[in-house]
């Protein structure tokens, strides 16, 4: 996918990985980006290109709406999410299903809304900003790597699914940025911006899955091994409980 002329769609736009990827899209030449928000009143950006839109993932009508407003779509990016901290076994049963119901339901939501307005406009492409938490979990971040798993195998699912009509669905998979959902943790954060230039350069090479750093590559490539040397390699690790 060339970026020069794409029309995209950005949820979660209004800060961290959202925003930088409407910064980059718009760098790169894209000819217009919904930028959407629970409240698009806080979106502050400084380009006509740009164009308000409400979505809220947890609310079917607002996403209903928003793919009615936007049919000229030719790129979608997934950016929303939540992080409750919430723990599987202790935690508030709440914020465990709300954690589901946004990185899960509400993007697969949003998916099921655009993929004909994405067919129709040629195939376009679908980006799904996915976690490192997919593929493991770390202490206080049971229900967040649950959602986030669940989410992970849901874009491998829609790649397929919607392959027929030339969507090509990618996933980004990374550890910790520095944006707010990020802002009590300790350790290493890689800067937000590379998670939309990893993300786009991929699309223009036709990738389905981009790994942004070395700590979310180190993941992927354990789970070909015993589990219990991850684990014990994560409990040495400093701040680790």
């Not at 060339?2 to 894209?30: H, S, W």
């Not at 919904?34 to 996403?63: C, G, I, K, Q, W």
């Not at 790649?159 to 990618?170: D, F, P, S």
């Amino acid at each position: 996918m060339d970026i020069i002329g794409q029309i995209a769609l950005v949820t979660g736009a209004n800060r961290g990985i959202g925003r930088q990827f409407v910064l980059e899209l718009l760098e790169r030449g894209a000819s217009a980006v919904y930028a959407t928000a629970r409240r698009p009143e806080t979106l502050e950006f400084d380009d006509s290109r740009v164009v308000p839109l409400r979505l809220d993932l947890n609310d079917h009508a607002s996403v209903v709406a928003a793919a009615a407003t936007a049919q000229d779509v030719t790129l979608l990016v997934n950016n929303a999410g939540i992080s409750t901290g919430a723990a599987l076994v202790t935690g508030d049963l709440a914020d465990i299903r709300r954690e589901m119901d946004t990185h899960f339901w509400g993007t697969l939501d949003v998916i099921r809304e655009f993929a004909p307005v994405l067919g129709a406009n040629g195939g376009g492409a679908i980006v799904n900003v996915l976690s490192a938490l997919s593929w493991f979990v770390a202490p206080g971040a049971g229900s967040y790597a649950a959602a986030k798993a669940a989410e992970w195998n849901m874009t491998n699912g829609v790649r397929l699914e919607l392959a027929g009509q030339g969507t090509l669905v990618q996933g980004v998979l990374l550890g910790a940025a520095d944006t707010d959902i990020s802002a009590d943790y300790d350790g290493p954060k890689i800067d937000a911006r590379e998670v939309p230039r990893r993300s786009l350069d991929g699309l223009v090479a036709g990738s389905i899955e981009v790994i942004v750093d070395d700590w979310t590559a180190m993941v992927k490539a354990s789970l070909a091994g015993d589990p219990a040397a991850f684990y014990a390699q994560l409990a040495g690790l400093p701040g680790a409980s």
